[in-house]
């Protein structure tokens, strides 16, 4: 009894040193100052990040020449280029045409009589997968900013995969360098310049989630990259995929899951059906990733990469194969699984190290499935008056979402309604999700006339 007072005893002592040492300033949008004198420093790692126990305030810069560093770039940033004009225009896959528009891609890929393209364009609706393919890219849209961080993102880390084969450790290489000489090189011509502002004293959060911590203002805005719970693993330490212990390939992710999951039967007796709904508004409000593709600045045009055709090669595409023996993708004839990996993103100041996933949205818990995680997505959701939320209408239905005037995409539907239009690209994804969207905006109007 006696031991259990003292844990007991030991507890409070530590829960009281961490409670009044402000440890609840860490993630805060709210400002405070640390007492140095106080037994317990927060956020040390926000001070001084750590790589494996390392911490940068007791580590001693690696005196890299900096004429190596600049080489470094060069190559890498000619091999990102060298990638990116190998599939700068969309490769037309005969297979999966569906993925292009017919007006200006198909008829040109068949010239023949009206009815042979007519026809033509019936059999490509029916390829297995194009639809579906299609619809995800739709979920996960590629925009010109993203793809812009992302080219920093390659060339830093082939910049850090160079000098881990020269012997370079990778606290070193991660921490060790000079950021101000990886800003003279052509690094620095295409690393993305974040403001540094000064943080408004405001009881509201920002739309892009800057300033969410004051003494960290881009913790938590989107076009940042993910945090992880556990450390990264590469076979390469950088950006290869992973492998296992011995080095060998691992097994093929559809088999693997053929073997380890099962639909369950069993009936719920706590939970409804919104739990599940619920849960996924939840998630598109904290993360959003986009798995890369082609896309076209000038028009803002993005298409999916054919990686299941062998005669295209891109080092993002990770195609799944499948067996002949799949129980659901067999009785489509679907052989293959074009599997696009994610867009990396940049640390800050392009710092060197092993691949980080962007997220496009802010991280934080800011109902930015609602109203957006930038300004220019909630200029389209907002009226200009009364600070209300746009809605739209169909027949007798009122207080519907708006909808996506500027998509020329129509969701399934027999009278081609277009898609709905919110704060993220997946309010079109189920009905349940169109719902809880709907249900917010109609509750965001229903108080802001109250204000009136």
């Not at 019936?122 to 900013?145: E, V």
């Not at 009905?431 to 204000?451: G, Y």
Request: glycine residues 4%; aromatic residues 10%; contains cysteine.
């Amino acid at each position: 009894m006696a031991k259990l007072w003292l844990a007991f005893g030991s507890l409070f002592l530590v829960l009281n040193a961490i409670d009044g040492s402000h440890i609840s300033c860490g993630k805060s949008f709210i400002p405070c100052d640390v007492d140095p004198s106080l037994p317990f420093t927060p956020s040390i790692s926000a001070a001084h990040p750590r790589v494996y126990g390392i911490s940068s305030a007791q580590f001693q810069r690696q005196q890299v020449p900096e004429p190596l560093i600049r080489v470094t770039a060069n190559e890498a940033m000619r091999e990102v280029h060298q990638t990116l004009n190998d599939t700068k225009e969309p490769y037309i896959d005969p297979n999966c045409s569906q993925w292009f528009d017919f007006k200006d891609a198909t008829f040109d890929l068949f010239p023949a009589s009206a009815k042979d393209q007519r026809d033509t364009r019936i059999d490509l609706l029916r390829m297995p997968l194009a639809s579906a393919i299609k619809q995800y890219c739709f979920l996960h849209p590629m925009s010109a900013k993203a793809k812009a961080f992302s080219e920093a993102a390659f060339v830093s880390s082939l910049m850090a995969l160079r000098l881990k084969n020269l012997g370079l450790r990778e606290s070193e290489i991660t921490i060790g360098l000079d950021p101000k000489i990886l800003m003279k090189s052509v690094l620095g011509d295409i690393c993305p310049r974040q403001a540094i502002e000064t943080c408004a004293d405001s009881e509201y959060r920002t739309l892009s989630g800057s300033c969410n911590n004051v003494k960290n203002s881009l913790w938590g805005t989107s076009y940042e990259p993910f945090q992880r719970l556990t450390s990264a693993y590469y076979s390469d330490g950088i950006q290869s995929i992973r492998d296992s212990k011995n080095r060998q390939t691992l097994p093929n992710t559809r088999e693997l899951s053929l073997n380890l999951f099962e639909n369950p039967s069993i009936e719920q007796t706590v939970v409804n059906e919104m739990i599940p709904f619920w849960l996924y508004f939840i998630a598109s409000d904290l993360g959003e990733i986009i798995p890369n593709q082609y896309f076209t600045p000038y028009n803002n045009n993005f298409k999916p990469f054919p990686c299941c055709d062998a005669s295209f090669v891109h080092p993002d595409c990770l195609p799944i194969h499948i067996s002949s023996r799949d129980f659901f993708y067999s009785r489509s004839n679907v052989s293959c699984l074009p599997y696009t990996r994610s867009l990396p993103a940049p640390r800050h100041l392009c710092r060197l190290g092993h691949r980080e996933q962007i997220n496009t949205v802010t991280s934080f818990l800011d109902a930015s499935t609602i109203y957006g995680s930038s300004k220019e997505q909630m200029e389209k959701l907002r009226t200009s008056e009364g600070g209300l939320l746009i809605t739209s209408s169909y027949g007798s239905l009122l207080d519907l979402l708006p909808q996506d005037v500027q998509s020329n995409e129509y969701c399934q539907s027999p009278t081609r309604k277009r898609c709905f239009l919110s704060g993220t690209s997946d309010t079109n994804i189920l009905p349940e999700i169109s719902a809880l969207h709907m249900l917010f905006v109609r509750q965001h109007n229903a108080l802001a006339k109250s204000f009136k």
